[in-house]
Each structure stands twice: as C-alpha cells, then as structure tokens.
T-cell receptor, first 115, second 113 residues
C-alpha cells in the first residue's frame, strides 16, 4: 500500500481565494511526522510546514495551515489568500517514527493560481 | 545556519559515460543524507540514503552507486550511464534523531544523449 496518497493531480484556484490540497497517509507507527513541500518550476524543494503525530493543534505557518485529522489519517494543506507565486507542485511526505531515516513522498499536486 | 550545495546544476552526458554528482552540507554534523531522482512531472524516487560515513542504503537496484567519504559529503556515481538515467537529481539532508524535515539542494538536471 502507498504510504502517502495525493489524489489531486492538478488543482486551480482563483487569486486571493483559499485552496485545500489533499493528503492521506498509511502507517501503523503511532509516532510519525508529516511534511509539505513546494516545488516551483525551477525545481528546488521548499519545506512549508510540519505536523507531528502527537501535536494537539494543527500546524500553521503564515498562509499555510495543515488540517490534521488523525482518525482519518489525513493531513491536508490549506493555502489561504492564494497568490500567483503559489503556482507550483506540492508534495506531502511522512517520516515514520518521528526520527526514522526514510521519508515517503506522495505523487504531488500541481496547483495553478488564476489571476 | 545550515546550507546544502549540489553541483553541477545541469549536465549533458552521452550514453555509456561515467557520472559523478556531488553534494555537501555545511553548518551541521552527522546529518542523514539522501539522493532522489525525479522524472519530469513525477514524484520523488529515493535512490540512496546514508546515516554515517561509509554507510549507504540502496533503495532501487540500478547502475548507480553512492558514497559518503566524509561526514557532510555525499556522491552519486555511475560507471556507464543509460538513457533511463535522465532526470532531475536532488540531494537532501536532515537532522539525525529529531523530527525535522529534509532540506534539499537545488538539484541537477541530467540529460543523457
């Protein structure tokens, strides 16, 4: 089974609107970390936000927030007030055991912000 | 602060030629190091990771190899490149033993002719 599933190959959002990018994960380890990365067309992978499995509150970083629903094993990324510069690929990732050696990545979601 | 350097940024190589991509990390000690490959429009494929000098774990059997001659240096090599080796190669590091994210280099675009 896939460790990380991103079911939205492509998404469109109007500038200044909010958008949610979906991510579900699969693990039997009670300790894990969830991450979101942004990859612009230039290729670099930019870390956006982190959620630990024991964190009680949803993580937030500026316009990014992570909607963490542990029972559903979902970790959706919410981008508020979308900007043209948000157009990029977005990857969800998981690190098992919080300090495990491997990171598992989803297949990514391509987000296009429409002016 | 920690930085990761990866070079070259772009490389065009003929089929059958050797390869050496280098990655170095500054500002940290004992990092976990990783090599990924990304085909155009696709996700990341983990190739190798290392938890210490001389310790290499291979995730995908292929004609690539990796070495870690120094604590903060990670090298991806091949003796004979195949057309299928084309792609975008990313090096990454993370703190060992802490719930920290991976941090990536700027990547190398490798084209095999």
């Amino acid at each position: 089974a896939q460790k990380i599933t991103q079911t939205q190959p492509g998404m469109f959002v109007q500038e200044k609107e909010a958008v949610t990018l979906d991510c579900t994960y699969d693990t039997s380890d009670p300790s894990y970390g969830l991450f979101w990365y942004k990859q612009p067309s230039s290729g670099e992978m930019i870390f956006l936000i982190y959620q630990g499995s024991y964190d009680q509150q949803n993580a937030t970083e500026g316009r990014y927030s992570l909607n963490f629903q542990k029972a559903r094993k979902s970790a959706n990324l919410v981008i508020s007030a979308s900007q043209l510069g948000d157009s990029a690929m977005y990857f969800c990732a998981m690190r098992e055991g919080l300090t495990g050696n491997q990171f598992y990545f989803g297949t990514g979601t391509s987000l296009t912000v429409i002016p | 602060s920690q930085t990761i350097h990866q070079w070259p940024a772009t490389l065009v190589q003929p089929v059958g030629s050797p390869l050496s991509l280098e990655c170095t990390v500054e500002g940290t000690s004992n990092p976990n190091l990783y090599w990924y490959r990304q085909a155009a429009g696709r996700g990341l494929q983990l190739l190798f990771y290392s938890v210490g000098i001389g310790q290499i774990s291979s995730e995908v059997p292929q004609n690539l190899s990796a070495s870690r001659p120094q604590d903060r240096q990670f090298i991806l090599s091949s003796k004979k490149l195949l057309l299928s080796d084309s792609g975008f190669y990313l090096c990454a590091w993370t703190v060992r033993g802490a719930p920290q994210p991976q941090h990536f280099g700027d990547g190398t675009r490798l084209s095999i002719l």
